[in-house]
T-cell receptor, first 114, second 112 residues
């Protein structure tokens, strides 16, 4: 059963604290993504990782960094979190194929920064 | 990068009627067009997709149409049910770079 997992599912932090969001997948997918989704809005790409230590900025990378040391694991780090980073964060993975790049999403992490 | 426009942002329909969501894209190299459904509090899930070598695809009550010349694609849900109420996202992708560009979403509300 193909699966993307995220930990934690819910997190409350104070402004200025560091935040670590974890994502794992058991499908040996090369490409992984971090998105944020704000209420009523679409998915904004923060970072994309094409493989271990091969990461690229998405559309809104400011205030975030990522780490990918193993293919199955992709972390999102917020150094000194800000209140405007309160959001739902989704991790996704995909197996680039010849014809398609279906993305599988994790369950999401709801982050609140007070 | 690619830009995907999605309309309408909110769509209210009566149960049993049809619902249509329209998207347009800019990059003529885009060749893969997935549609995702997101229920409240859940993650987006792929419901149907179409590749550039097709003009029409149907899975049960879901129909996707692609007009490459006009750079438009659309999702049609026939005989809508309350369970179809959700946020729907269209997307476009050029498979060579693995990035999927999402539209801003359509909130579909099916009224009983």
């Amino acid at each position: 059963d193909m699966k993307v997992t995220q930990m934690p599912r819910y997190l409350i932090k104070r402004m200025g604290e560091n935040v670590l969001l974890e994502c794992g997948q058991d499908m040996s997918h090369e490409t992984m993504y971090w998105y944020r989704q704000d209420p009523g809005l679409g998915l904004q790409l923060i970072y994309i990782s094409y493989d271990v230590d091969s990461n690229s900025e998405g559309d809104i990378p400011k205030g975030y960094r990522v780490s990918r040391k193993k293919r199955e694991h992709f972390s999102l780090i917020l150094d000194s979190a800000k209140t405007n980073q309160t959001s739902v964060y989704f991790c996704a993975s995909s197996l680039p194929g010849k014809d398609y790049a279906e993305q599988f999403f994790g369950p999401g992490t709801r982050l609140t920064v007070l | 990068g690619e830009q995907v426009e999605q309309l309408p942002s909110i769509l209210r329909v009566q149960e049993g009627s049809s619902a249509s969501i329209n998207c347009s894209y800019e990059d003529s190299a885009s060749n893969y067009f997935p549609w995702y459904k997101q229920e409240p509090g859940e993650n987006p899930k792929l419901i149907i997709d179409i590749r550039s070598n097709m003009e029409r695809k149907q899975i049960q009550e879901l129909i996707v149409l692609l007009d490459k010349k006009a750079k438009r694609f659309s999702l049609h849900i026939t005989d809508t049910q309350p369970g179809d109420s959700a946020m729907y996202f269209c997307a476009a992708s050029v498979n060579s770079n693995n990035r999927i560009f999402f539209g801003d979403g359509t909130q579909l509300v099916v009224k009983p």
